[in-house]
């Protein structure tokens, strides 16, 4: 009880309870909080899909046979390929494919019945329109599946498949593509908002010039810092929930690990995002320099991270460079987290690293305040 | 027209005085350019695979070779936890009696686990391992009938895959979306926060001129960064013109006027830096950078949320700076681009000088 009352009256308590009113009554501070993460995650989730569907998909038919009308029902049954439809001949065709207005152009020879007939090769002609050289890979695979199990069946062939290949796909059974976006771009938004808000809250008083007024008080510089990080802190503790929520409610991402440990390891990120944005406080001088600036870090941060692309298929010099990126380690700690059901002893070389980046990025940037303070 | 040229040369003067916002104008899109023409990649190369092998002979073994021949896969010892930590990508299990059971004709399973977290990549390295195990077999099986269908695939455009030549067209859409509109949005802004707009509403410059000076300085350092980075992109990437270089050119020009006048938009509407920043980045690099089509086609977007791409201007440069630097099919397939780029300008400006004017009345 004593110890609460002592709190309730410590100097450090009256701070806090300043800060938090300074917040509340900041409105753009409120909505950088709640709608750039909202929408962030959101627009990445949904919109981000490597899923290859509905390629636009057309024929050529120069033999018209049943042969030749049972291999493009083969391709058009699947939900890979659209089927828009026949063309007249391969000139617009080609056209077409060149122009962009099809992803796949399928050229049937009029000697297609006749060399199938003989027993003979018959070459069919595909263009694939190469501009996105991921999807034009995949559908190249499809196109000579599909085809090689039309060979099977035309040839009568019992094919026994000898050897199968039972695919399994561990944590994300059924491959969809917003459980391997989403968990990056939780952190993302902890970084974004983390970065952005901790330094406009440090910056506001050195810019308006309370900072100051601050000073003459009988606080401590270590008090008037730590008054402000942990409402800070709380906030962003807020925008983790917020975001947890969101990847349960609309992703439903499974959360297959402890969320106490998710809540902690997050945290441990929040000082790094925290350290970084009082670090980006003390560098520059006003409010207008500092939105600018971070904007500076965090488009490196983002791309090294591997949220959005692969961190396993960087050039080397790029992966070296992306383990200096906190939030890289956080990344494979929350999709670990969330999509494995692993504990924080599989974590230990990604926790070790962001406890290192907390500890130099949070003493670093403590010693500089202070001593522009002093 | 004078006013507005001298309006236009104080603006670009004011620029030139302030080093970090230069500097955000030609490093930061410099550096923007070289993280995502080198890091991004989609596809994996060195896959880690481990392989367990309770079968132990001279066919299971050659199988082993075949998979890895593909260079596509890394061997690595086979561990029970080795997915859980993150150190294989895929395993794969090869049953007992593999070759006996091959040899009496009886099909056996290879069991393989595949790490889902990268959705992407997980797809490719279940095609990899189907397509090399199909192959295998046909090598090894004796009665296997003649391929009686042969597809002749042609890549069109990119026959080797190169992944720069499709990230690279798409990054200009990015960067010469992003940088400018923001540039704008912070010159409009500043004039409101520091005050100097009542200046403005003193003098007899009108509000349409005062906007056209602002914009068209603000074209001006456009430009120049469109300069710098699509011709640093060209000699590092190496990903040359194959088209009618006017497309480009006036492609670019309405690109980055709409650009200037989106920023613009945001900085009249919002009520401090930050706010133009924010508004701008989030709203335009968001939306440029995950519906355009820069990262996965559009045509990979969920249905209702599709209908957005269609009015993102950086969709529509994307798929003219593609058509110039990889396709090369002149005016035919993007001819209506540069239209609907200017039709974006002038609305944003028209929209602008309402909100100018009444404001001017207002205070």
Same mark, same amino acid.
């Given at each position: ?72 029902? %083969? ?29 796949? $152009? ?77 968990? $990056? ?11 952005? @808000? ?28 730590? %008054? ?47 350290? @970084? ?52 380690? #956080? ?43 002093g | 027209m004078k006013r507005i040229l001298a309006q236009c040369s104080k603006e670009l003067a004011q620029f030139q005085r302030d080093r970090l916002t230069v500097a955000l104008a030609f490093i930061l899109p410099l550096g923007m350019l070289l993280i995502y023409g080198f890091a991004i990649r989609l596809e994996i190369k060195n896959i880690n695979l481990s392989v367990r ?14 998979? #890895? ?29 593999? #070759? ?5 004709? &009886? ?78 949005? &912070? ?38 960064? +469109? @300069? ?30 709409? +650009? ?56 529509? #440069?994307? &798929? ?44």
């Amino acid at each position: 009880m004593k110890l609460l009352s002592n709190l309730l009256n410590s100097r450090l308590f009256a701070l806090i309870l300043k800060e938090i009113r300074q917040i509340l009554r900041n409105k753009q501070l409120i909505f950088l909080l709640l709608f750039p993460p909202t929408m962030q995650l959101l627009l990445f989730g949904l919109a981000l899909s490597p899923d290859v569907k509905n390629l636009t998909l057309s024929v050529v038919d120069y033999n018209q046979t049943r042969e030749s009308w049972e291999l493009v029902s %083969a391709l058009k049954e699947n939900d890979i390929f659209n089927f828009k439809g026949y063309q007249t001949d391969a000139e617009t065709l080609s056209q077409q494919v060149r122009q962009g207005n099809l992803a796949i $152009g399928v050229i049937i020879p009029p000697d297609f019945q006749r060399k199938i007939n003989q027993d003979k090769t018959a070459e069919i002609q595909v263009f694939i329109d190469g501009i996105d050289a991921n999807t034009a890979g995949i559908a190249q695979g499809y196109i000579t599946q599909i085809i090689q199990q039309y060979n099977i069946k035309l040839a009568n062939f019992k094919d026994k498949q000898l050897i199968q290949t039972e695919v399994i796909f561990l944590y994300n059974q059924g491959l969809t593509s917003s459980w391997f976006f989403v968990p $990056g771009v939780i952190g993302l938004v902890l970084t974004l908002t983390g970065i952005l @808000i901790s330094a406009l809250t440090v910056i506001k008083e050195k810019d308006v010039g309370t900072l100051e007024q601050l000073l003459m008080t009988p606080a401590a510089a270590w008090e008037i810092l730590i %008054a402000k990080i942990i409402p800070i802190f709380v906030l962003l503790l807020g925008d983790l929930l917020l975001a947890s929520t969101i990847g349960k409610v609309v992703f439903h991402l499974p959360f297959r690990g402890n969320f106490a440990v998710f809540v902690f390891l997050s945290s441990l990120y929040i000082f790094v995002c925290i350290g @970084i944005g009082i670090l980006l406080a003390t560098l520059v001088k006003t409010q207008q320099q500092i939105s600018l600036i971070s904007f500076f870090f965090n488009v490196p941060i983002i791309q090294l991270s591997g949220a959005i692309a692969p961190t396993e298929s960087m050039p080397p010099f790029f992966k070296a460079l992306s383990f200096l990126d906190p939030l890289r380690h #956080y990344i494979e700690i929350s999709r670990s987290l969330i999509l494995k059901d692993i504990g924080i002893e599989g974590l230990w070389r990604p926790t070790l690293a962001l406890v290192g980046f907390a500890v130099l990025l949070l003493s670093l940037s403590i010693s500089r305040f202070r001593r522009q303070l002093g | 027209m004078k006013r507005i040229l001298a309006q236009c040369s104080k603006e670009l003067a004011q620029f030139q005085r302030d080093r970090l916002t230069v500097a955000l104008a030609f490093i930061l899109p410099l550096g923007m350019l070289l993280i995502y023409g080198f890091a991004i990649r989609l596809e994996i190369k060195n896959i880690n695979l481990s392989v367990r092998d309770f079968d132990n002979t001279s066919f299971s073994r050659s199988y082993i070779d075949r998979l #890895y021949a593909t260079n596509q896969f890394v061997p690595v010892r086979y561990q029970p936890d080795g997915l859980d930590r993150g150190e294989v990508k895929a395993t794969l299990v090869i049953p007992p009696k593999f #070759y006996k059971n091959f040899q009496s004709d &009886i099909p056996s399973q290879v069991q393989v686990t595949v790490d889902g977290t990268d959705v992407n990549n997980a797809r490719v390295i279940q095609n990899s391992i189907k397509a090399t195990t199909q192959f295998f077999l046909q090598n090894v099986q004796k009665d296997i009938p003649q391929q009686k269908i042969q597809p002749d695939i042609r890549i069109w455009f990119n026959p080797g895959r190169k992944e720069s030549l499709y990230i690279v067209p798409g990054v200009y859409g990015v960067i010469l979306w992003v940088f400018p509109s923001m540039l704008a949005a &912070i010159a409009m802004v500043r004039e409101k926060q520091d005050g100097t707009i009542v200046q403005v509403y003193a003098s007899d410059l009108t509000s349409v001129e005062w906007l056209l000076g602002k914009g068209l300085a603000y074209f001006l350092i456009a430009i120049g960064e +469109a @300069i710098v980075v699509i011709t640093l992109a060209t000699i590092i990437f190496q990903v040359p013109i194959v088209d009618n270089i006017l497309i480009l050119i006036i492609g670019t020009l309405t690109f980055l006027a709409s +650009a200037v006048s989106f920023g613009l938009f945001f900085g009249v509407r919002s009520k401090n830096q930050t706010g133009a920043v924010q508004g701008t980045s989030i709203l335009g690099f968001l939306t440029a950078f995950l519906l355009s089509g820069f990262i996965y086609p559009v045509s990979n977007i969920p249905y209702p949320l599709s209908l957005l791409s269609n009015l993102v201007p950086a969709h529509y #440069y994307i &798929i003219l700076s593609r058509d110039v630097f990889v396709r090369g099919t002149g005016w035919t397939s993007v001819w209506y681009i540069p239209f609907i780029l200017i039709f974006v300008s002038c609305f944003f400006l028209f929209v602008c000088s309402r909100i100018l004017k009444n404001m001017q009345f207002s205070d």
